[in-house]
């Protein structure tokens, strides 16, 4: 692990004179380059530099110790050192988990989708409940959203959304929430009082350049059509609505939010490219099963991730098996207690074969 650190910290020190050189800065394009990669290890040598200060003051302190006749000053030097001993352990801690692979997708946008699944009307409600929750997470984080695709239903439930969510490190977060919610609640329109269970499909993908994914445009059959809806801006008279059609694989895109039909062109295209590099990270996964076991769950669409217990006032997340009696205020968006137990357990699990 060490000489690993100090490979980091040398690099780090070469990258600092680099982006200082004339030539360098000239040159824009590697400028950037560098700086994104000392951007990238600067918490690392941050916490490195830290561990590496803490060591010396221990030494110093041993030294002291031992050197010293003054039994209080002795005395101080061995409380600074018990302090040190600790603050270096879960420093060296801290230094394994930096050093864990990165997904090469945590900085990017996210497109997340939320398809209302078993439950009728219910399933809709929930989807929308859905929708309404990470709206208001993103809006905790201060990450922008955009409507990509809204389809409603007329009591107010969605049979599909699709939405665009902008911000550092959203998919970092949002990548476990894909899965099957499941929903236990007397839905409005039981008069016997009953509990139904329904449930929605998330699904989170990272938004994907354009090199970033082999996408053929000639594979593609664009389709423009009236927008729809309950009124308002989703209905106008023009043929602003498109639908795409990715004729190799079968996946279909629509997008009628925006009244320009160019614009929904390039979120439809945005959604499009995202789906074939889920596609393609879904047969990788396939071929790699080893590297299946270390993730949470296995991200499968059909699996049930969590429970949202509305007579109980509970929400479970079956991966962890953690269980929060705050349901109300998740579902306005406080969703970190959960997200940070999943990272917890994921970097537990990756730390197993460090």
């Known amino acids: 692990m060490f000489d690993k650190l100090d490979f980091i910290l040398e690099k780090y020190d070469e990258l600092s004179l680099k982006v200082s050189d004339p030539e360098v800065i000239n040159d824009q394009p590697l400028w950037q380059k560098h700086i994104k990669e000392m951007g990238e290890m600067e918490p690392i040598v941050n916490k490195y530099k830290e561990y590496k200060k803490a060591k010396k003051e221990l030494a110093d302190a041993k030294e002291l110790i031992e050197m010293e006749s003054d039994e209080e000053l002795r005395d101080m030097a061995k409380a600074e050192a018990g302090q040190l001993e600790d603050a270096i352990e879960d420093m060296e801690a801290e230094l394994k988990v930096l050093l864990l692979p990165k997904d090469p997708n945590d900085e990017k946008n996210v497109i997340l989708e939320i398809r209302a699944g078993t439950g009728g009307d219910e399933a809709a409600l929930f989807g929308q409940d859905l929708l309404r929750m990470y709206m208001r997470y993103a809006e905790r984080h201060r990450w922008k959203t955009e409507a990509i695709e809204i389809n409603e239903t007329g009591i107010g439930g969605i049979k599909e959304a699709v939405i665009l969510i902008k911000g550092k490190g959203a998919y970092s977060r949002l990548k476990y929430e894909s899965g099957v919610h499941r929903v236990q609640r007397v839905p409005e329109t039981e008069s016997s009082g009953r509990i139904h269970t329904s449930a929605a499909t998330v699904a989170v993908l990272p938004e994907i350049d354009d090199v970033e994914v082999d996408l053929n445009v000639n594979d593609v059959r664009v389709d423009v059509y009236r927008a729809s809806g309950n009124g308002?801006?989703?209905v106008n008279t023009t043929d602003s609505a498109v639908r795409l059609t990715h004729e190799?694989?079968?996946l279909v895109v629509t997008?009628?939010?925006?009244k320009s039909q160019i614009k929904n062109k390039e979120k439809a295209f945005k959604v499009l490219r995202a789906?074939?590099?889920?596609?393609?990270?879904?047969?990788q996964n396939e071929e790699i099963s080893a590297e299946r076991?270390?993730?949470v769950g296995s991200g499968d669409?059909?699996?049930?991730?969590?429970?949202f217990n509305f007579p109980q006032g509970r929400v479970s997340d079956h991966r962890i098996g953690l269980t929060l009696y705050k349901l109300d205020g998740i579902l306005d968006g406080d969703l970190d207690d959960i997200i940070d137990g999943l990272i917890t357990h994921e970097q537990a699990e990756k730390m197993k074969n460090f």
């Open 275 to 283: 789906r074939l590099y889920d596609l393609k990270l879904q047969q």
């Open 301 to 307: 669409r059909s699996e049930r991730i969590r429970t």
């Open 293 to 295: 076991k270390s993730q």
């Open 255 to 258: 997008c009628q939010d925006e």
């Open 248 to 250: 190799p694989t079968g």
């Open 232 to 234: 308002g801006q989703c």
